[in-house]
C-alpha cells in the first residue's frame, strides 16, 4: 500500500463547478499535511497547508481527518487556471524531516 | 524570495556514465531532498539530508548516492547510469518554520 494516495484523476470539470478531493495517508505518526499545486512541464509550488480545524483560502477549503486518515481539497467555482495536478503532502518530521507525496490528482477545467 | 537552483535542465548521458546533478538554496534551510518524478508514480523521495554532511535514504536510494559539504548545496550522484533513471529529477529545500518544501525547475535526464 502506497504511503499517500490519491486518485490520478483526471477530473475533467467546467468553469464555475465546485471539485473535490481526497487523499489518504497510512502512517498515523503523520504530523503536517499540504497541498501543493504542479503546472505542466513546472515545478510544484505550495498551494496551502492543512490545519486540524480545516482552513480556506478563497475558493479553497482544506480539511483534515485524522481519525480516518485523510485529507481533503475542495475547489469553488472552478476557473481555467486552476487546471494543473494537485499533490497531497504528507510530512514525518520524526523521520529528520521526510515528506512523502502522494501521486497527484489531475484537473481539467473546460470552459 | 527563496530560490533553489539546479545545474541542468536537461542532460543526454549514455548507460554507464557517471552523472551529477547539483542543487544549491540560497535560504540557509537545513533540510534538502532529491525526488524524481515519473508519469503514473508521482515524486519519490531518493535521499535527504537534515544537515551538513548528514543524509538519509529515501524511498528509492538504489543506483544513487549524494553529497553534503556544504548546507547549500546538495549533489545526486548517479555512478554508472542505466536507461530505468530516466526521469525529471527536483531538488528541493525545506523552511521548517513554515513546512514548506522549495523546489527547484527540475532536471530532466535521458539514459540511453
Known amino acids: 500500500r502506497k504511503e499517500v494516495e490519491q486518485d490520478p484523476g483526471p477530473f475533467n470539470v467546467p468553469e464555475g463547478a465546485t471539485v473535490a478531493f481526497n487523499c489518504t495517508y497510512s502512517n498515523s505518526a503523520s504530523q503536517s499535511f499540504f497541498w501543493y499545486r504542479q503546472d505542466c512541464r513546472k515545478e510544484p509550488k505550495l498551494l496551502m497547508s492543512?490545519?486540524?480545524s480545516g482552513n480556506e483560502d478563497g475558493r479553497f477549503t482544506a480539511q483534515l481527518n485524522r481519525a480516518s486518515q485523510y485529507i481533503s481539497l475542495l475547489i469553488r467555482d472552478s476557473k481555467l487556471s486552476d487546471s494543473a495536478t494537485y499533490l497531497c503532502v504528507v510530512a514525518l518530521y520524526n523521520q529528520g524531516g521526510k515528506l512523502i507525496f502522494g501521486q497527484g490528482t489531475e484537473l481539467s477545467v473546460k470552459p | 524570495d527563496v530560490k533553489v537552483t539546479q545545474s541542468s535542465r536537461y542532460l543526454v548521458k549514455r548507460t554507464g556514465e557517471k552523472v551529477f546533478l547539483e542543487c544549491v538554496q540560497d535560504?540557509?534551510?537545513?533540510?534538502m531532498f532529491w525526488y524524481r518524478q515519473d508519469p503514473g508514480l508521482g515524486l519519490r523521495l531518493i535521499y535527504f539530508s537534515y544537515d551538513v554532511k548528514m543524509k538519509e535514504k529515501g524511498d528509492i536510494p538504489e543506483g544513487y548516492s549524494v553529497s553534503r559539504e556544504k548546507k547549500e548545496r546538495f549533489s545526486l550522484i548517479l555512478e554508472s547510469a542505466s536507461t530505468n533513471q530516466t526521469s525529471m529529477y527536483l531538488c528541493?529545500?525545506?523552511?521548517?518554520?513554515?513546512?514548506?518544501?522549495?523546489f527547484g525547475e527540475g532536471s530532466r535526464l535521458t539514459v540511453l
Open positions: 492543512v490545519y486540524s
Open positions: 528541493a529545500s525545506l523552511d521548517t518554520n513554515t513546512g514548506e518544501l522549495f
Open positions: 535560504m540557509d534551510h537545513e533540510n
